[in-house]
């Protein structure tokens, strides 16, 4: 059962970071115009068509077009983490320790509050399309409306103990791996 709430909280994850993505209008061309990407594009029998760019700072995007419609994923093969998953998963027990009195705990939140706030420079820094600390901020305080669900989430409350069992020293060095290698920000791979 634990496994399954994962997924279920991995997917929504996933679909809230690619629905942002798609509305961010994130160009295919700009990514390959990149300083040292690496291009390949393969045409199947089909006709459909594949594209796949490497970017010397670990971010391999991949763009299929088919039947007239266009997918464009990004996955972070840094070694540091995909930016947009920590950023997903660091909001919402943030909102979780916020919201959800069962979960208190005022040191983890102080050190989610800073991190969040270092990823949100990163992300406006390096992402592909203009994003703004504002906008990040209203996207995070969109969470908050689905905490009730949160505060009776098994994953959450593990991830709350995982982050709690973990030193400010360990929390805040991991933060800083993550964010050590300017790249786009991508979602995948997540958990």
């Not at 594209?51 to 670990?58: D, S």
């Not at 009195?101 to 420079?121: C, H, Q, S, V, Y």
């Not at 409306?145 to 505060?151: G, S």
């Amino acid at each position: 059962m634990r496994f399954a709430t994962v997924l279920v909280l991995s997917f929504a994850i996933s679909l809230a970071s690619y629905a942002a993505a798609a509305a961010q209008g994130v160009s295919f061309d700009a990514i390959a115009a990149w300083p040292g990407a690496q291009i390949t594009t393969t045409t199947n029998n089909d006709g459909s068509e594949v594209k796949v760019v490497k970017l010397p700072n670990g971010v391999v995007f991949r763009q299929e077009r088919r039947n007239g419609k266009t997918l464009t994923f990004g996955n972070d093969t840094s070694g540091h983490g995909a930016v947009m998953c920590s950023w997903n998963i660091y909001v919402i027990v943030a909102a979780a320790l916020e919201i959800c009195p069962e979960f208190r705990n005022e040191p983890l939140k102080t050190d989610l509050a800073g991190a969040i706030d270092m990823i949100n420079d990163f992300i406006v820094a390096n992402s592909l399309s203009a994003v703004s600390k504002a906008e990040l901020e209203q996207r995070a305080a969109s969470v908050r409306k689905d905490v009730p669900q949160l505060c009776r989430s098994d994953s959450v409350a593990g991830m709350i103990k995982a982050f709690g069992s973990m030193s400010h020293d360990k929390f805040t060095t991991s933060v800083a791996d993550l964010l050590s290698v300017p790249r786009p920000p991508v979602t995948n791979p997540c958990l």
